[in-house]
């Protein structure tokens, strides 16, 4: 694509119209109540799959050393786990790979 140029307004209208798309036709199809538990469930449940898909790989090269995100990410799930707030998990696993990013 050497030489092309994009003009900018038509870039931003471009991802207007794919945004916009990406809303409405799901409610064309999908006019009626879904009532299947397990499309629900499916539909409740997707956008944390999906995040967590997009963010997980790079947990471990957030840091100069894989050692400390290791650790910083076993201190946040085990936190989780046990039902802390998303800020107490957040806070401590940043703290714990702050400082052994600092002994390592």
Do not use: N, Q
């Amino acid at each position: 694509m050497d030489g092309v140029i994009v003009s900018p307004v038509l870039a931003v209208l471009l991802m207007a119209l794919v945004t916009y798309l990406t809303r409405a036709v799901p409610m064309v199809f999908f006019r009626r109540e879904i009532r299947s538990p397990y499309v629900k469930t499916f539909f409740h449940y997707m956008p944390f799959a999906v995040l967590g898909a997009l963010t997980f790989p790079d947990v471990f090269t957030a840091t100069g050393s894989v050692i400390s995100s290791v650790v910083g990410c076993t201190v946040a799930v085990l936190l989780a786990f046990r039902g802390k707030s998303m800020i107490f998990v957040t806070v401590c696993a940043i703290t714990v790979m702050y400082i052994l990013e600092l002994v390592v």
